[in-house]
Every structure is written in C-alpha cells, then in structure tokens.
C-alpha cells in the first residue's frame, strides 16, 4: 500500500513552482503551442534524452547544459516544429530561445532548459516565438499547468498530467508531471516529452539516479510503433521548497521519494501508451519468471512492441501463438516448457501446452477494454511466465489500428 495520495496541481502541485502556455502561432493549427514551466529558485535538475544518434538542437543544449551544472530555473517547450536536423542554425535558434527567455525572466540563460517537438526537419518559428515569449512569461502562475500540458501536445488527443504527495515527518513533500506523446514511442526513450517537478532537496548525483532508475521502469517499458524519436526529454526538477531534510544517500526517505517518482513516471508513461496514435485500448504486459528484470523487461518489450500482437488485439483475436512466438524472440533464452500465458482472466497456455478456453468470451475481454471511456478503459492484460526465477517487469503499449496508418500517411501533408 503507498503512502502517498494523489492531488490536483500538474507540476504546480509542488512548491515554488509557476507554469505557463499560450498559443504563440508556432502551430498551423492554432492551438497552444509555447509552455514553461518555472521554479522560484535554482532547482536541482537531472535528464534522461533519447538514443537517437539524430537529435535534436535541444536534447543536444540540455545534455551540455546539464553536464555543465546540474541545475536550471526554468524549462521551455515549443511545439509545432522538432527543430531536429536542422543544423548549425537549429542549435542557433535554440541558443536564441534561452537568451530571449533569459532576459523576459532576468536570469542566466543557462539556467534554462530547452524542450521542442513537432515536424523533423523544420526549425522553430522564431518570429511568433520571440513575440510569445513575454506573454508567457507574464501569464506564470501557480495554476498554470494544465495550460503548460496543452501547450505541449503535438498529435495528443488528451494532456497528461499527475500529482502525488506523501509526508516527510510533519512537511509534506510533493511531485508533480506533465507529458506528451502518441505516436514515434518505442523503448528507449519514447516522440515524448516529459516534465516532472518536485519540492524535495536532493543531491544532484542522487536526483539523476532516481530519475534514469524510474525512467528505465516507465517510459523505457511503453511503445506504441517501434520508432524512437530525435526529441526524448525527460527532466525533472527539485527545488527543496518543502523545506524537508535533504537527502543525500540511498536510505528509507531516498527509496520513498524515488518509489513516488517512479509512481509519477509510470502514470505518465501508461497514459501515452493509452493514448497512442489510433489506438483503441492500452495493453499490459506482465512478465514472470525470468532469470533477473532485465531479462523480463526485454520479453515484455517484445511482445508489446509486437505488431503481430498489436493487430490482433485491435482485431479483438484472442490469437496466443503470436505472443508466445514474440515472448521466443525476444533474445532471452527460456525453456519452453515453463511458458505460461494468460489474457486476462483466460488461461491459454500452460506449461507450453495449449489450453481450451472460451475464444468469444476472450475476443469479447478485449472489446470490452477498448469500448471503455477514453483514459478510463480497462486494460487488456497479457501475463506471461518463463520459468521460476525472481525476474519480474511490465511494458505498455496500445493496439495497432487501420487510423495509426491513416494518421502518420498524412503526418505533414
């Protein structure tokens, strides 16, 4: 049972914290487009960013920025252009952008962090961006983080948001976050975004720790197509405004704070998964049995990143073959004689041995899940066991539907 509870307030629920987004006209849509997200004092900062080898100026700004200090103030998003493979002028334009937002805020621009996403290949706007820059500034506020998640969604249906506070002693210590995402996710880092903030003081070895540690059992664990975006961010920040003792090694009040950080992540996560592009229903992958997490991780990756899975969860087929052959490739050896599969309450394979099962009432599960209310549905779980090892992990990620194809065809046309 956790000892926390959850709260209204995004990444404002925390202490000292101020966001911002307004509709800076960087989008052909019209919608909000420029976010910030402000902290009252430096904050302790740490970040985990994508594998791409192409990336953009901004994952590339953050990681300089961060290897330099590990602390930043304030944190700025632009969506409507990636500002991935642009060049020597796309890392100009994010320099500028700190610059500008530096000054609006009387603070060193290298207290600020860069986040962007949109179309690769197309720089920011910088002109909308420049005028936007002040009425953000001047729009921060306490309540400010349900227009700083609008402001960075891209193909989204919904903004994704969370808030979690537990007890330190008598003070209570609070963490909130805001992510996109829903197409362009696949493990290793997923294109996301996400921005957590805390009011704890931690020691910055030990922030980023935590933070890589959640990421690994949260947005590294979703995928919705097998492609790994330019843009992953994900930063958090910790500015001590709770005024709690500050945690410097792993101890009891380290592994709670990291346990609801993780809880954080992991409710970010989920909610992109359930919100992929075209998507229909989130999937649950449970793996058991494996030699370590490791080894779990990387099956139940696997078989939720399947597209063969994927279809026939939209299909509402309740097909195990193809998540036993998903579970076998996954690159981790098992006997399969231990394989044991289950879809929902739907026992399908057993000691692997093919069990009868009621093939309607299972295609029926998966309708079920997806014809809940959006963000609400029920999940279509899948557990999966490979032996009697203490290796233990779960992956999200959503069917493939006929609108996924239609979505990314016409991506920018």
């Known amino acids: 049972m956790s000892d926390w509870k959850e709260i209204d307030g995004g990444v404002t629920a925390a202490r000292g914290y ?61 969506a409507g252009q ?78 994704k948001t969370i ?20 197409g362009m996710i696949h493990p290793n880092m997923a294109t996301m975004l996400a921005f957590v903030t805390c009011d704890a003081a931690v020691s ?34 910790a500015n001590g405004q709770s005024r709690t003792p500050a945690i410097t090694e792993m101890g009891a009040d380290a592994e709670k704070l990291e346990a609801m950080l993780t809880e954080v992540c992991v409710h970010l996560a989920k909610a992109i998964a359930r919100d992929g592009e075209g998507a229909t229903c989130l999937v649950e992958v449970q793996v058991s049995g494996a030699l370590d997490e490791v080894s779990a991780s990387k099956i139940a990756k696997t078989i939720v990143g399947s597209s063969l899975v994927k279809a ?9 073959g193809r998540i036993a052959a998903a579970a076998g490739r996954a690159g981790v050896p098992f006997d399969q004689e231990n394989l044991r599969i289950q879809l929902g309450d739907f026992l399908m394979m057993e000691n692997g041995q093919p069990k009868e099962f009621d093939r309607a009432a299972a295609s029926n599960y998966m309708k079920a899940a997806a014809e809940g ?8 779980v899948i557990q999966v066991s490979v032996g009697n090892g203490s290796g233990f992990a779960k992956a ?3 069917d493939l539907s006929y609108d996924y194809v239609k979505i990314n065809a016409e991506y920018t046309t």
């Open 18 to 78: 101020r966001a911002s987004g307004i509709t800076a006209g960087l989008k052909p849509s019209g919608l909000p487009d420029l976010s910030l997200i402000l902290s009252e004092v430096d904050a302790i900062a740490a970040g985990v960013f994508t594998t791409s080898t192409v990336r953009a100026a901004c994952v590339d700004y953050c990681r300089q920025r961060l290897q330099a200090k590990p602390s930043a103030k304030a944190i700025l998003c632009n």
């Open 82 to 159: 990636a500002n991935a493979a642009t060049g020597e002028q796309g890392l100009a334009d994010a320099l500028e952008s700190a610059k500008l937002l530096g000054e609006a805020l009387n603070i060193p621009p290298e207290s600020i962090l860069l986040a962007s996403t949109g179309v690769i290949g197309q720089r920011i706007k910088m002109e909308p961006l420049r005028a936007g820059i002040p009425r953000l500034v001047a729009e921060a506020s306490e309540t400010g983080s349900d227009a700083a998640a609008k402001a960075i969604c891209t193909t989204d249906l919904v903004p």
């Open 163 to 182: 808030a979690l506070e537990t007890m330190f002693g008598d003070r209570p210590v609070r963490i909130g976050g805001i992510c996109k995402g829903s």
């Open 204 to 237: 910055s070895h030990l922030w980023q720790e935590m933070l890589t540690r959640a990421a690994n059992r949260s947005f590294n664990q979703i995928t919705v197509d097998g492609d790994t975006s330019t843009n992953d961010s994900l930063i958090a920040l």
């Open 312 to 320: 026939a969860i939209f299909g509402r087929d309740p097909n195990w």
């Open 373 to 380: 209310e959006y963000l609400k549905a029920d999940t279509v």
């Open 396 to 398: 999200w990620g959503c």
